[in-house]
């Protein structure tokens, strides 16, 4: 029996400092993983089980277990014997993959940045990122990678209107009939920051992070993300009921995740054209 403190900055390094290796001596721990793990991104933990459920039942003792946070769900499965049954395991997590779309967010462990960071990496595409309510966040989570100076070229934190109007070129007279809270306010951010900063994409966000704020149309928890991109513009309204850091963390995830789909999409876009013959499809800043 192992009684372990409840704060994580207590218990994480007794555990890994202390446990993991006690249980190594007893042989308790595997070299590597028993389980296949499955990351989605954007579908919700019942209507997953139910999308995975025709795959699944056509396989006898296959262990599934799912782990919902922040927007994400995890789903791992595995077989009692790995070893003989990985290629097997394999052929499950493609299948599931097939049905997923776009809510496949990986097999393993990145993150949803780590998986972006990828995308853009892999591709020779920047990224630039104008944030309000969520204050420099974005910028925080991407430069918390290594190597990511080689596609992020810096985030602007323009928290004031004042700010978005003299750094981002936001038309005063769009934020006194539109809000600064907008559609309109969020596209022209992304674009004024892909322009200022040379880059392929352009990220923004302007909300109501609360407690004070918001509208009857847009109340607390409302928050706009704008993507620039080398095809055009885009935004999309988010609205949460949470607290203020909650919404925050809410609205990283949701801008991490537009800006995953869109660069998918592109990708998506270029190779039909190329299959097509059609030209002038490459990226462009």
């Not at 080689?150 to 985030?155: A, Q, R, S, T």
Request: net charge negative; hydrophobic share 35%; with cysteine.
């Amino acid at each position: 029996l192992i009684m372990l403190p409840g704060p994580p900055n207590e218990l994480q390094p007794m555990f890994e400092n202390q446990i993991i290796p006690r249980l190594e001596e007893l042989d308790y721990v595997d070299e590597q993983e028993n389980y296949l793990q499955i990351k989605t991104i954007g579908i919700g933990e019942s209507a997953l089980e139910n999308q995975f459920q025709s795959i699944f039942q056509q396989h006898e003792n296959l262990s599934v277990a799912y782990c919902a946070h922040q927007g994400q769900v995890d789903c791992r499965i595995s077989f009692h014997d790995i070893d003989k049954n990985k290629s097997r395991l394999l052929e499950i997590a493609e299948a599931c993959k097939g049905l997923l779309g776009d809510d496949f967010l990986c097999f393993g462990h990145q993150s949803t940045v780590e998986v972006v960071s990828n995308i853009l990496g892999k591709n020779g595409l920047t990224l630039a990122t104008a944030e309000s309510c969520t204050g420099g966040l974005i910028a925080d989570t991407f430069t918390n990678l290594p190597g990511s100076s080689e596609y992020f070229n810096g985030g602007i934190v323009s928290y004031s209107d004042q700010s978005k109007i003299q750094i981002l070129g936001v038309p005063k007279k769009l934020i006194q009939e539109e809000s600064a809270v907008s559609s309109s306010v969020a596209i022209v951010m992304a674009q004024g920051v892909a322009e200022k900063l040379d880059t392929d994409y352009g990220l923004s966000v302007t909300g109501y992070a609360g407690p004070v704020g918001g509208t009857s149309k847009d109340p607390v928890g409302t928050v706009y993300i704008g993507l620039h991109t080398p095809s055009g513009t885009l935004s999309q309204r988010f609205s949460w009921k949470s607290g203020r850091l909650a919404t925050k963390k809410r609205a990283l995830h949701a801008a991490l995740d537009l800006l995953r789909r869109k660069l998918i999409a592109e990708k998506r876009n270029v190779v039909e054209a190329h299959e097509n013959g059609i030209e002038g499809t490459g990226s462009r800043r």
